[in-house]
């Protein structure tokens, strides 16, 4: 549940006078930054056992199977999303005031769009559905810019935000390494409980029932 910047890429960061002292510098740095966050998650499960790995799947598998209609099922993995964003409140990084990930890539449905639009009084421009591989690679010059409806470092449409919002957080001891603007040699790694975990039930979903609706 940990991400990290590969070797590779810090290479390809520093000039070409980069340094075997530079490189063991970073890992040694990397792995003692690793080490404390997962002590932190570690932590954070062993006070919170129901949301532990194997709780959330199963958590989420029943919804995906149970005998409802769609929007209960997506309304439940919100609830979940957000049952899971309050209990993890205390132990991480992000804080009311901190807008790092709002500069992040960002992908919602239609359906989340819509919602946006109602609760900002903006108008929802429709797209059609393009094929994912398409979504991720256009979606690449919208890194490091702010969300529009991010207002003085404040969600505007917080209520209403997208499930993707609801699940980012940090278990570093501070938000900088969400910091967009961070060069790859300065680049860390963020630990996280993996939010795919309730995020791709609901991609689940979304494939087995509406199947084509636009994604971006």
Not at 119 to 127: F, I, N, P
Not at 185 to 192: D, F, K, M, N, Y
């Amino acid at each position: 549940h940990w991400s990290l910047q590969t070797m590779s890429s810090l290479t390809s960061d520093f000039s070409s006078n980069v340094t075997t002292e530079k490189i063991i510098a970073w890992q040694n740095r990397r792995e003692a930054f690793h080490a404390a966050a997962i002590d932190r998650i570690n932590a954070f499960l062993e006070k919170n056992p129901g949301f532990s790995v194997d709780e959330l799947e199963e958590t989420a598998r029943r919804i995906h199977f149970e005998n409802s209609s769609l929007s209960v099922k997506r309304s439940k993995l919100y609830r979940m999303a957000d049952s899971f964003n309050l209990a993890i409140s205390g132990e991480v990084a992000c804080r009311t005031g901190c807008a790092h990930c709002c500069s992040m890539i960002t992908y919602i449905y239609e359906h989340e769009a819509k919602a946006m639009a109602l609760a900002s009084g903006r108008t929802m421009t429709k797209v059609r559905f393009k094929h994912r591989d398409l979504v991720l690679e256009s979606s690449k010059k919208y890194f490091g810019k702010p969300c529009p409806f991010l207002k003085q470092k404040r969600c505007s449409i917080y209520e209403s935000r997208p499930i993707i919002c609801r699940l980012h957080h940090s278990f570093n001891e501070d938000s900088r390494q969400c910091d967009t603007a961070l060069s790859r040699s300065e680049v860390l790694g963020i630990a996280t409980i993996n939010p795919d975990i309730i995020e791709q039930p609901y991609h689940d979903l979304n494939r087995d029932f509406q199947p084509e609706e636009p994604w971006g």
